[in-house]
Protein backbone atom coordinates (compact mmCIF):
# COMPACT_ATOMS: atom_id res chain seq x y z
CA UNK A 1 0.00 0.00 0.00
CA UNK A 2 1.17 3.50 -0.67
CA UNK A 3 1.55 6.79 0.99
CA UNK A 4 2.05 9.89 0.58
CA UNK A 5 4.50 12.70 2.20
CA UNK A 6 2.31 14.51 3.57
CA UNK A 7 0.38 11.75 5.72
CA UNK A 8 3.73 11.08 7.31
CA UNK A 9 4.46 15.17 7.95
CA UNK A 10 0.84 15.05 9.53
CA UNK A 11 1.58 11.73 11.76
CA UNK A 12 4.79 13.64 13.16
CA UNK A 13 2.61 16.57 14.16
CA UNK A 14 -0.27 14.46 15.73
CA UNK A 15 3.13 12.68 17.45
CA UNK A 16 4.68 15.52 18.98
CA UNK A 17 0.72 17.67 19.85
CA UNK A 18 0.19 14.72 21.74
CA UNK A 19 3.63 14.86 23.30
CA UNK A 20 3.26 18.75 24.10
CA UNK A 21 -0.37 17.93 25.35
CA UNK A 22 1.19 15.47 27.79
CA UNK A 23 3.54 18.12 29.04
CA UNK A 24 0.37 20.29 29.30
CA UNK A 25 -1.90 18.72 31.17
CA UNK A 26 0.26 16.33 33.35
CA UNK A 27 3.56 17.08 33.60
CA UNK A 28 3.21 20.79 33.62
CA UNK A 29 7.21 21.04 35.22
CA UNK A 30 8.69 19.02 32.48
CA UNK A 31 9.57 22.12 29.56
CA UNK A 32 11.67 19.53 27.31
CA UNK A 33 8.21 18.10 26.05
CA UNK A 34 6.51 21.23 25.78
CA UNK A 35 9.32 21.61 23.60
CA UNK A 36 9.05 18.91 21.18
CA UNK A 37 5.49 19.69 20.99
CA UNK A 38 5.78 22.56 19.96
CA UNK A 39 7.24 20.94 16.21
CA UNK A 40 3.08 20.13 15.76
CA UNK A 41 2.24 23.84 15.64
CA UNK A 42 3.46 25.07 12.16
CA UNK A 43 2.37 21.79 10.45
CA UNK A 44 -1.21 21.86 11.54
CA UNK A 45 -0.94 25.34 10.63
CA UNK A 46 0.42 25.13 7.68
CA UNK A 47 -2.26 22.77 6.92
CA UNK A 48 -5.22 25.08 7.80
CA UNK A 49 -3.73 27.90 5.99
CA UNK A 50 -3.32 25.52 3.09
CA UNK A 51 -7.43 24.86 3.23
CA UNK A 52 -8.30 28.33 3.39
CA UNK A 53 -6.22 29.53 0.30
CA UNK A 54 -7.92 26.72 -1.48
CA UNK A 55 -11.49 26.98 -0.33
CA UNK A 56 -11.71 30.77 -0.35
CA UNK A 57 -12.25 31.39 -3.79
CA UNK A 58 -15.59 28.66 -3.34
CA UNK A 59 -19.18 30.13 -3.36
CA UNK A 60 -19.37 29.11 0.29
CA UNK A 61 -19.68 30.97 3.64
CA UNK A 62 -16.98 30.70 5.75
CA UNK A 63 -19.23 28.41 8.40
CA UNK A 64 -20.17 26.37 6.10
CA UNK A 65 -16.63 25.40 5.12
CA UNK A 66 -15.95 24.93 8.50
CA UNK A 67 -18.96 22.97 9.77
CA UNK A 68 -17.09 20.18 10.83
CA UNK A 69 -14.61 21.69 12.75
CA UNK A 70 -17.25 23.77 14.68
CA UNK A 71 -19.86 20.68 14.77
CA UNK A 72 -16.75 18.88 16.63
CA UNK A 73 -15.67 21.30 18.97
CA UNK A 74 -19.54 21.74 19.99
CA UNK A 75 -19.19 17.90 20.86
CA UNK A 76 -16.58 18.34 22.51
CA UNK A 77 -17.49 20.71 24.62
CA UNK A 78 -20.82 19.42 25.49
CA UNK A 79 -19.13 15.61 26.31
CA UNK A 80 -16.43 17.98 28.42
CA UNK A 81 -18.99 19.38 30.49
CA UNK A 82 -21.35 16.75 30.90
CA UNK A 83 -17.63 14.62 31.85
CA UNK A 84 -16.77 17.46 34.62
CA UNK A 85 -13.87 18.85 32.74
CA UNK A 86 -12.23 22.21 33.56
CA UNK A 87 -14.01 24.41 31.28
CA UNK A 88 -11.33 26.35 30.90
CA UNK A 89 -9.10 23.83 29.18
CA UNK A 90 -12.64 23.23 26.87
CA UNK A 91 -12.74 27.06 25.90
CA UNK A 92 -10.42 29.02 26.07
CA UNK A 93 -7.32 26.25 25.56
CA UNK A 94 -8.72 25.00 22.31
CA UNK A 95 -6.64 25.51 19.29
CA UNK A 96 -9.72 24.73 17.06
CA UNK A 97 -11.39 27.58 18.67
CA UNK A 98 -8.21 29.68 17.81
CA UNK A 99 -8.25 28.12 14.02
CA UNK A 100 -12.10 29.09 13.49
CA UNK A 101 -11.75 32.56 14.70
CA UNK A 102 -8.50 33.52 13.12
CA UNK A 103 -9.55 31.91 10.05
CA UNK A 104 -12.52 34.42 10.04
CA UNK A 105 -10.38 37.60 10.29
CA UNK A 106 -7.92 36.05 7.50
CA UNK A 107 -10.55 35.95 5.53
CA UNK A 108 -13.06 38.89 6.12
CA UNK A 109 -10.60 41.22 7.80
CA UNK A 110 -7.90 43.47 7.01
CA UNK A 111 -4.37 40.76 7.71
CA UNK A 112 -2.79 43.14 10.43
CA UNK A 113 -6.08 42.51 12.78
CA UNK A 114 -4.82 38.99 13.02
CA UNK A 115 -1.84 39.65 14.79
CA UNK A 116 -3.80 42.00 16.88
CA UNK A 117 -6.12 39.89 18.00
CA UNK A 118 -3.66 37.47 18.86
CA UNK A 119 -1.94 39.63 20.96
CA UNK A 120 -5.14 40.87 22.94
CA UNK A 121 -5.84 37.42 23.54
CA UNK A 122 -1.85 36.64 24.98
CA UNK A 123 -2.42 39.50 27.10
CA UNK A 124 -5.80 38.92 28.78
CA UNK A 125 -4.16 35.73 29.10
CA UNK A 126 -7.12 33.54 27.53
CA UNK A 127 -4.67 31.62 25.88
CA UNK A 128 -6.46 30.50 23.15
CA UNK A 129 -3.23 28.02 22.77
CA UNK A 130 -0.73 29.48 20.40
CA UNK A 131 -2.49 32.45 18.62
CA UNK A 132 0.86 34.16 17.79
CA UNK A 133 2.13 30.87 16.73
CA UNK A 134 -0.95 30.71 14.04
CA UNK A 135 -0.68 34.48 12.98
CA UNK A 136 3.14 33.84 12.64
CA UNK A 137 2.23 31.36 10.06
CA UNK A 138 -0.21 33.53 8.48
CA UNK A 139 2.36 35.74 7.89
CA UNK A 140 4.07 32.88 6.12
CA UNK A 141 2.10 33.06 3.01
CA UNK A 142 3.02 36.69 2.68
CA UNK A 143 6.10 36.84 2.10
CA UNK A 144 8.28 35.80 -0.79
CA UNK A 145 10.13 32.49 -0.17
CA UNK A 146 13.74 33.77 0.62
CA UNK A 147 12.08 36.37 3.24
CA UNK A 148 9.50 34.57 4.88
CA UNK A 149 11.61 32.55 6.63
CA UNK A 150 13.71 34.60 7.93
CA UNK A 151 11.25 36.28 9.46
CA UNK A 152 9.13 33.31 10.45
CA UNK A 153 12.26 32.13 12.75
CA UNK A 154 12.77 35.79 14.22
CA UNK A 155 9.24 35.83 15.01
CA UNK A 156 8.83 32.80 16.59
CA UNK A 157 12.05 33.37 18.64
CA UNK A 158 10.64 36.64 20.18
CA UNK A 159 7.06 34.66 20.68
CA UNK A 160 9.08 31.21 22.11
CA UNK A 161 10.41 33.66 24.97
CA UNK A 162 7.50 35.43 25.88
CA UNK A 163 5.34 32.37 25.95
CA UNK A 164 7.92 30.16 27.86
CA UNK A 165 9.88 32.69 29.96
CA UNK A 166 11.44 30.22 32.38
CA UNK A 167 12.78 28.00 29.49
CA UNK A 168 16.35 27.41 29.90
CA UNK A 169 18.78 28.37 26.56
CA UNK A 170 19.06 25.01 26.03
CA UNK A 171 15.64 24.53 25.63
CA UNK A 172 15.13 27.65 23.97
CA UNK A 173 17.24 26.68 21.26
CA UNK A 174 16.13 23.40 20.93
CA UNK A 175 12.22 24.78 20.30
CA UNK A 176 13.25 27.44 17.55
CA UNK A 177 15.13 24.96 15.50
CA UNK A 178 12.55 22.12 15.97
CA UNK A 179 10.05 24.98 15.17
CA UNK A 180 12.24 25.92 12.06
CA UNK A 181 13.02 22.28 10.98
CA UNK A 182 8.74 21.53 10.93
CA UNK A 183 8.35 24.69 8.56
CA UNK A 184 10.90 23.45 6.40
CA UNK A 185 9.66 20.32 6.07
CA UNK A 186 6.74 21.74 4.75
CA UNK A 187 9.16 21.58 1.18
CA UNK A 188 8.24 18.15 0.80
CA UNK A 189 4.48 17.82 1.35
CA UNK A 190 3.96 17.96 -2.24
CA UNK A 191 6.13 15.71 -3.68
CA UNK A 192 4.20 13.39 -5.90
CA UNK A 193 6.38 10.33 -5.40
CA UNK A 194 4.70 7.80 -2.68
CA UNK A 195 5.97 5.23 0.12
CA UNK A 196 5.12 1.69 -0.01
CA UNK A 197 4.27 0.50 3.43
CA UNK A 198 2.99 -3.54 5.00
CA UNK A 199 -0.09 -3.24 5.87
CA UNK A 200 -0.25 -2.50 9.23
CA UNK A 201 2.00 0.62 8.93
CA UNK A 202 -0.25 1.77 6.40
CA UNK A 203 -3.11 1.60 8.76
CA UNK A 204 -1.20 3.41 11.64
CA UNK A 205 0.05 6.21 9.37
CA UNK A 206 -2.90 6.78 7.21
CA UNK A 207 -5.93 6.31 9.41
CA UNK A 208 -5.04 8.96 12.14
CA UNK A 209 -3.91 11.13 9.29
CA UNK A 210 -6.71 11.20 7.79
CA UNK A 211 -8.99 11.49 11.22
CA UNK A 212 -6.85 14.17 12.44
CA UNK A 213 -9.68 15.96 13.81
CA UNK A 214 -11.00 12.78 15.84
CA UNK A 215 -7.87 12.39 17.39
CA UNK A 216 -7.04 15.97 18.20
CA UNK A 217 -10.11 15.89 20.24
CA UNK A 218 -10.31 12.47 21.62
CA UNK A 219 -7.08 12.23 23.33
CA UNK A 220 -7.92 16.42 24.69
CA UNK A 221 -10.81 14.16 26.13
CA UNK A 222 -8.08 11.14 27.20
CA UNK A 223 -6.01 13.60 29.13
CA UNK A 224 -8.48 15.68 30.75
CA UNK A 225 -10.14 12.32 32.05
CA UNK A 226 -6.29 11.49 33.51
CA UNK A 227 -5.90 14.68 34.84
CA UNK A 228 -8.86 14.42 37.50
CA UNK A 229 -7.58 11.27 38.38
CA UNK A 230 -4.23 12.59 39.37
Known amino acids: MDIKYRDILKIIGIITMI ?6 YLLPDNLWLRVIGRVAMPIFGILFMEGLERNKQENKGYIHRQKQLIIATI ?6 LLAGFNSYYLLFSNIIITFILMGWLYLNAERWS ?5 IVIQLLQFKLDSSLYFASIIFYYQYPPKERYLFIYSLCFAISYYLFPSLSYPQLILLILLYYLSIKLWDYRDISDKIKVSGWAYTLIRYPSKYSLEVYYLHILALLGLQQLL
Open 19 to 24: IDHIGY
Open 75 to 80: IYIIIG
Open 114 to 118: VVVFA
